[in-house]
Nanobody, 112 residues
Framework: QVQLVESGGGLVQPGGSLRLSCAAS?????MGWYRQVPGKERELVAS???????KYTDSVKGRFTISRDNIKNTVYLQMNSLKSEDTAVYYC?????????WGQGTQVTVSS
């Protein structure tokens, strides 16, 4: 069983920055961040492997950076140059063998 605890969401003006954190209760391998807005499917924002290989959805490339601290079992999502379309609930995700694990979600609102 993997527990994920997220933090760092909030309200920010367009062009601003936020950093999300997700702490896992055990050693994990690939971790990722998804986001979801009402009425739409949850989408992958970014992911990172234990070795540091990263993937990003096209809309955040050059603005978001995913990183991890393997000692702390924590993954971060640094979000810069935020846009109103980044507004969503962001979820930390860990793929498992029998099931996937999700954080509780943290709201990110980009608005003036």
């Amino acid at each position: 069983q993997v527990q994920l605890v997220e933090s760092g969401g909030g309200l920010v003006q367009p062009g601003g920055s936020l950093r999300l954190s997700c702490a896992a209760s055990t050693t994990i391998f690939t971790m990722g961040w998804y986001r979801q807005v009402p009425g739409k499917e949850r989408e992958l924002v970014a992911s990172i492997t234990t070795g540091g290989s990263t993937k990003y959805t096209d809309s955040v490339k050059g603005r978001f950076t995913i990183s991890r601290d393997n000692i702390k079992n924590t993954v971060y999502l640094q979000m810069n140059s935020l846009k109103s379309e980044d507004t969503a609930v962001y979820y930390c995700h860990v793929p498992g063998v029998m099931r996937d694990y999700w954080g509780q979600g943290t709201q990110v609102t980009v608005s003036s």
